[in-house]
């Protein structure tokens, strides 16, 4: 069963002649353990649709369902503990709170959904070790370089029960063996069992999704069929 | 690629067999572009021929020759190393050209002929980041093979991209037609000094 679906929704922002579709009738499921990529360039709806995904904004029609609850039917407060207990998102300029240190950004979302602060810490700091970052703890996000940034992001996005990753250019800013590290790290999050989505427009990031669903002015238009197996690029005729 | 240099490099670090340079060919290009037998030998018998190698006197017997570089050897394999590879010349690129033919015909989407090129790219790439997620990280002649592979396929997939919003903002300006005209691009003969 798929932990996040979407049925032919749509999004509409402004009213008559200033009304645009940001997405249309997009239909979109992703299974625990499964990465899927949304690519599309600037403009396409990628992020109206990881935000309406993620409950941050409601759609203008059609149904979105998280682990099996329609989120139209929830209240703002249910939603809230959703967002905080099950989803977590990851953003291209890292969105890390200034004043608070690396382990502290991580466990906050626990803190805030109850757990007392010193297991709120330990689980913070769980993450952080996972990810080669426990020498960072204690240093502040302006103290990180922007590769460590991202994967405290990573840690925050991942820490405690969640089940779905939602990923707005994670790897954006960053260079190309840092953007590959972010990517390991999401992919082994979807091993752990999380449902992810990333959404890009660069092929190289996803390129390690397992689906790839391609968006062109608000509809999806196309999806990778699931890759063979990559031996099969092993056995090129010989090089003359 | 060229197997004459990559030949001449395995032999700068000594003398070896022409069996044992085919394997550390491949196992050097991560495996990744076969090599037969018969294709060192050939290239071997044309490096001695040009003084850029010597064998041993062992007969006819070719697989018992040991093979090693000779000073000119070196140098040319130097030359070549610091040589940088004809790009001054657009390819012909059968990519492009389809773009090209499909803009031009009735009936065509070219924005959708775009797209099938570009969901076959991705899958492409898909499968090497399946090779690199699984091997390279332990393999550093195949990490960089398939990272090579992986910015080609990437740099084509932005050509794709920017062609296709080209055409998304062609189509919104009816006023400004899409002008059927390539400009003539003169093809050079050689690398720019």
């Not at chain 1, 996000?141 to 994670?170: C, K, M």
């Not at chain 2, 803009?103 to 492409?124: A, N």
Request: net charge negative; aromatic share 4%.
């Amino acid at each position: 069963m798929s932990y996040l679906e979407l049925h032919q929704v749509s999004k509409v922002y402004g009213v008559g002649a200033t009304e645009v579709d940001a997405i249309r009738d997009v239909d979109l499921s992703v299974e625990p353990g499964s990465l899927v990529a949304v690519m599309g360039p600037s403009g396409s709806g990628k992020s109206t649709l990881l935000t309406i995904a993620g409950s941050l904004e409601d759609p203008s029609s059609g149904e979105v369902f998280v682990g099996g609850i329609l989120l139209s039917k929830m209240s703002r407060n249910d939603k809230a503990r959703l967002r905080r207990r099950s989803i977590g998102f990851v953003f291209q300029d890292f969105n890390l709170l200034p004043g608070l240190t690396a382990v502290e950004n991580v466990s906050l979302p626990l803190e805030l959904d109850g757990l007392p602060a010193r297991k709120a810490h330990a689980e913070g700091m769980a993450a952080l070790e996972e990810l080669g970052l426990a020498d960072r703890a204690s240093h502040f996000p302006d103290q990180l370089s922007g590769g460590e940034r991202q994967r405290v992001a990573i840690a925050r996005a991942t820490v405690g029960d969640r089940q779905l990753l939602l990923a707005d250019e994670p790897s954006g800013a960053l260079d190309s063996v840092n953007g590959e590290a972010v990517m390991r790290m999401v992919l082994a999050a979807c091993h752990r069992g999380l449902a992810a989505v990333v959404v890009t427009h660069e092929a190289q990031l996803a390129s390690w999704a397992d689906r790839v669903v391609f968006l062109r002015d608000g509809r999806v238009v196309d999806q990778t069929m699931p890759p063979p197996s990559p031996e099969s690029l092993l056995q090129p005729s010989p090089i003359q | 690629m060229s197997v004459r240099h990559a030949l001449l490099a395995l032999l700068s670090e000594g003398p070896k067999y022409g069996l044992q340079l085919r394997q550390e060919f491949e196992t050097k290009t991560g495996e990744v572009w076969p090599l037969n037998v018969g294709q060192v030998y050939t290239t071997l018998q044309r490096l001695e021929r040009d003084g850029l190698v010597e064998s041993d006197d062992a007969g006819e017997d070719e697989r018992q020759k040991g093979f090693r570089i000779t000073p000119d050897g070196e140098q040319e394999l130097s030359d070549w190393l610091c040589t940088p590879p004809d790009q001054t010349s657009p390819p012909r690129d059968e990519l492009v050209i389809k773009v090209l033919v499909a803009l031009e015909l009735p009936g065509v989407d070219v924005r959708d002929v775009i797209q099938i090129h570009r969901r076959y790219l991705v899958e492409l790439m898909q499968q090497w980041t399946r090779l690199k997620e699984d091997e390279a990280r332990f393999d550093l002649s195949l990490a960089l093979v398939v990272d090579a592979e992986l910015f080609r396929l990437d740099a084509v997939i932005r050509w794709l991209d920017s062609a296709d919003g080209r055409l998304k903002r062609a189509s919104a300006e009816p006023s400004r037609t899409v002008s059927p005209a390539v400009p003539r691009i003169r093809r050079g003969t050689g690398v720019r000094r």
